[in-house]
């Protein structure tokens, strides 16, 4: 089975009542703040949500979407006749981060035909390794860290990640060839689909950026532009407390604790003012080379997980091309998007504004794929 072709997904939109669309995402992640963003932009909103978690997203009044479609099996949706009934709602999908995990990256693009914010073109080229570090490091010329193709490379602090560690779990560092080899041993890893990354020292900061292909209003790109709509750090379990032992490494390892970076939250913050123009440049540089390789690009929510060097140089460690959780840091708005709205402008409002401004304009189907 190929891709669903953009015109069967545009033929739909087409037929949309342009007063009735109605915004929808699964309810997980960062699907409150979707839904709350839609609310303040005059939007109806659609809730597809598992049986158990109703109560949940009913006890925020604001952020409850208008109805609910409950499902036993998120997959379900994939169904003809699920995605018969969005259609017939008039519904515009928002992908995050969860919605792509339930349903898989290829279901999405041979199977789901519900119109969808974004570019379905970018899951290629971030769910592959390769394709990503072509587009990041050689087409957009961001500083990325060393990947050794085979361990026996090793010659840095490295962090290793394997296919089916999820969220951080289970990554590991190593320095040299025969730790690598120790630790697979140790850990059972046989399936050798590890990436091996050097390990940045610096300072995470997960940058939000949404790139709106015809507004005007924020950094200039090839075509349209680009706002910073917040940044975040992760507080990652447990590797961010681990300091708290007050162990070396050494004592840690033998007491049995081993360091994990699964995401349990995130916290604002802001960048020194000066870095600012660097962090745009690198967002423009990730866009225009997305427009190059997969027209029209990355449209709407996406962030770069970076780390700031004691040099304060930006470096790219990995892309995720939608709305992240980080966002939910500011339903209310971030200091970046107070400046460029002076008023609280989530990640989520500002997917609703988009929408609003294309069908206002009659492009829509610039903006959904
Ligand atoms: P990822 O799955 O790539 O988002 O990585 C999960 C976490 O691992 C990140 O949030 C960082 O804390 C850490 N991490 C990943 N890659 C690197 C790297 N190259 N250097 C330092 N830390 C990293």
């Known amino acids: 089975m190929g891709m669903i072709p953009v015109s069967r997904i545009h033929g739909a939109l087409e037929k949309y009542k342009k007063g009735d669309i109605k915004i929808a995402t699964v309810c997980s992640h960062s699907a409150l703040q979707i839904f709350a963003g839609a609310h303040d932009e005059g939007f109806k909103t659609v809730g597809i949500c598992a049986r158990d978690r109703v109560d949940t997203?009913?006890?925020?009044?604001?952020?409850?979407?208008?109805?609910?479609?409950v499902v036993d099996s998120i997959k379900d949706i994939l169904k003809p006749s699920m995605q018969d009934e969005l259609v017939s709602k008039n519904v515009i999908l928002v992908p995050h981060g969860s919605f792509v995990e339930y349903l898989g990256a290829k279901n999405i693009e041979d199977k789901l035909y519900v119109p969808m914010i974004g570019n379905r073109a970018v899951l290629d080229w971030e769910s592959d390794r390769?394709?990503?570090?072509?587009w990041l490091s050689e087409k957009s010329k961001v500083s990325m860290p060393r990947v050794f193709s085979s361990p026996d490379d090793i010659d840095c602090l490295c962090i290793v990640k394997f296919d089916g560690a999820k969220?951080?779990?289970g990554y590991f560092k190593v320095a040299s060839p025969k730790e690598y080899y120790d630790e697979v041993k140790k850990r059972g890893i046989t399936d050798g689909n590890t990436t091996i990354q050097e390990y940045l020292v610096g300072v995470r900061?997960?940058?939000h950026y949404f790139y709106s292909p015809f507004s005007d209003k924020g950094y200039p790109c090839k075509r349209g532009s680009l706002e910073l709509t917040g940044i975040d750090r992760r507080d990652e379990s447990n590797i961010d407390e681990l300091h708290r032992l007050g162990m070396s490494g050494a004592e840690m390892a033998k007491a049995g604790v081993d360091a994990s970076y699964t995401v349990t939250g995130n916290t604002g913050c802001v960048l020194r003012e000066s870095l600012l123009p660097e962090v745009f440049e690198i967002g423009k540089r990730v866009v225009d080379a997305s427009c190059d390789l997969f027209s029209p690009g990355m449209i709407g929510p996406f962030c770069l997980e970076t780390v700031v060097t004691p040099e304060l140089e930006i470096k790219v460690f990995e892309a995720s091309a939608r709305i992240v959780a980080g966002t939910n840091i500011y339903a209310d708005g971030s200091p970046y998007s107070y400046l460029s709205y002076g008023k609280p402008v989530s990640c989520g409002r500002r997917i609703a504004l988009e929408v609003k401004d294309a069908v206002a304009k009659g492009r829509l189907c610039d903006i959904v794929g």
């Open 57 to 69: 997203y009913k006890a925020f009044g604001y952020a409850q979407p208008s109805e609910f479609v």
């Open 130 to 134: 390769k394709k990503e570090r072509e």
């Open 205 to 207: 900061y997960y940058m």
């Open 167 to 169: 969220g951080g779990s």
